[in-house]
Structures are given as C-alpha cells and as structure tokens.
C-alpha cells in the first residue's frame, strides 16, 4: 500500500513560520508531480501549491502567493511547503499527494495518492 506521511505541522502565532515535509518508502516521487493541498474544518479539500515532476514548474493559490514555497528534492524522495508569514486563516490540515500527472495540475481528482494529513493551527 502506497503511503504518503506528512510532517512538520503544529500551533505557531500570526505571523511565524513552518515548513512541512512529505515522503514516502514506497514511492518514488521522481515520477510524480506532487501537491499540497489543505483543508480547514466544514470546508472543502483546496489546492494549495503544486510542483512539477522536476521541479522545474510550481503553482500556488492566490491566497499563499508570495508566503509559501513548494519545493522537492528527488534524491531524498522529499517535498517541502515552506509557509512564511502565517495567518489564522491558514488553519487546516495540509495534506501532501502525488499524482502520475507529471506536470502536477490544482483539481484534487487527478492526484492518485494522498497522505494521512498534518494539522497546522495559527493563532491570532
């Protein structure tokens, strides 16, 4: 069974930093584009941030823009969502996926292995 772990979440004020980990002993991230996706209590599942197969392409929601940074390193089979400059309202469990989708698109439908999730608490 394909299994995804997440790492790295926790309760930070307004304003402070966190940065998640993702990686798998099943699978090769190397043939994947991968995503961070989040999901904060009585709303749906978003996309967060996606990064090709090389990272050589990367994709973010308008609302993290410019404070978070989706990278990955192949050789650790290990991507990365550095979050800067936290607000409450990114309060969610972030979940990592991967998706045979080289290219890594935003629709949730086509990543085909998801992580059990992390929860991320910022406070006000």
């Known amino acids: 069974q394909v299994q995804l772990v997440e790492s790295g979440g926790g309760l930070v004020q307004a304003g402070g930093s966190l940065r998640l980990s993702c990686t798998s002993s099943v699978l090769a991230f190397s043939g994947y584009g991968m995503g961070w996706f989040r999901q904060a209590p009585g709303k749906e599942r978003e996309f967060v941030a996606t990064v090709s197969w090389s990272g050589g392409s990367t994709n973010y929601a308008e609302s993290v823009k410019g404070r978070f940074t989706i990278s990955r390193d192949n050789a650790k089979n290990t991507v990365y969502l550095q979050m800067n400059s936290l607000k409450p309202e990114d309060t969610a469990v972030y979940y990592c996926?991967?998706?045979?989708?080289?290219?890594?698109?935003?629709?949730?439908?086509?990543?085909?292995?998801w992580g059990q999730g992390t929860q991320v608490t910022v406070s006000s």
């Open positions: 996926a991967a998706t045979r989708t080289m290219w890594a698109p935003r629709a949730t439908p086509l990543y085909d292995y």
